[in-house]
């Protein structure tokens, strides 16, 4: 604490303590802001906002310009983009959601349940881990049958839950991962129960199955292979997504510019 702020405080009637105190939070939170701040939103380039000596920016005078708009270290995406571009420029390798969609296709399964596959990750590759089934359901809703939805979030919990009617078993992975005693939270419980009575079940269950085989480091699947998939299945918005107004536009843009500091 620097002494000036500290006689400052007690001339405005603070105690001693109370200064110290105020003084530790300040400390703290600049701290905070500091490890905080993404290492991408220092990125300095021409045309940016200008942080200069302003002393309520976070970060302070000096630091050189905040992460706002196009990111140059990332491909640059189309003004309307599509859900091929974000495969393309955002979720590539993508190599997983290509073979289970590919797994899917090569079984002979109709176009939703490959399209169904080919996004069930979606929010895991883009950016998102925890309820991922959830995120990525949200993300595509409008723009696909409410079976596809419906069955990529569903999946979130049939993975933990095995079937051994239609082959389906709890993952090894899983084991290793988080242990042999690891039991799924009571929500995840409850939503299989209750998706195990309905009538788009197996829609689910197919991406589960197709799942678990889709880690093979030797396939190679092209995007390609699925923009008629894509084509027939997937509503792109005109205005490109993320900038179609709809409720969840906002999740696209966080994709598109994902390191923007607001
Ligand atoms: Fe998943
Ligand atoms: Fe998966």
Known sequence: MQRRTFFAGLAGGMSAMQVAEAAEEAASAKLDREVGL????????????????????????????????????????????????????????????????????????????????????????????????????????????????????????????????????????YVRMFGADYKPEPYIVAAYEEARKHKWYMTARLITLNDVYAFDPKVRVSFDQFEDVIGRTFRNPKEGLGFDGSSVAHMWRSVIWPNNYL
């Open 38 to 173: 993404p290492w991408m939103c220092d990125v300095a380039d021409a045309g940016r906002r200008i942080r200069a000596n302003d002393p309520t920016d976070m970060g302070g005078a000096g630091r050189g310009l905040t992460m706002m708009g196009d990111d140059p270290r990332l491909p640059s995406m189309p003004e309307r983009p599509t859900l091929m571009d974000f495969f393309k420029f955002r979720f590539a390798p993508a190599n997983h959601l290509l073979q289970s969609a590919n797994l899917a296709q090569k079984a002979g399964h109709p176009d939703k349940i490959v399209l169904a596959c080919l996004l069930h990750d979606i929010a895991l590759a883009s950016g998102t881990r925890t309820d991922h089934g959830y995120w990525g359901a949200q993300l595509i809703e409008p723009y696909v049958d409410e079976e596809v939805s419906w069955a990529i979030r569903a999946h979130q919990s049939l993975k933990f839950l095995p079937d051994p009617a239609v082959g389906y078993e709890y993952p090894r992975s």
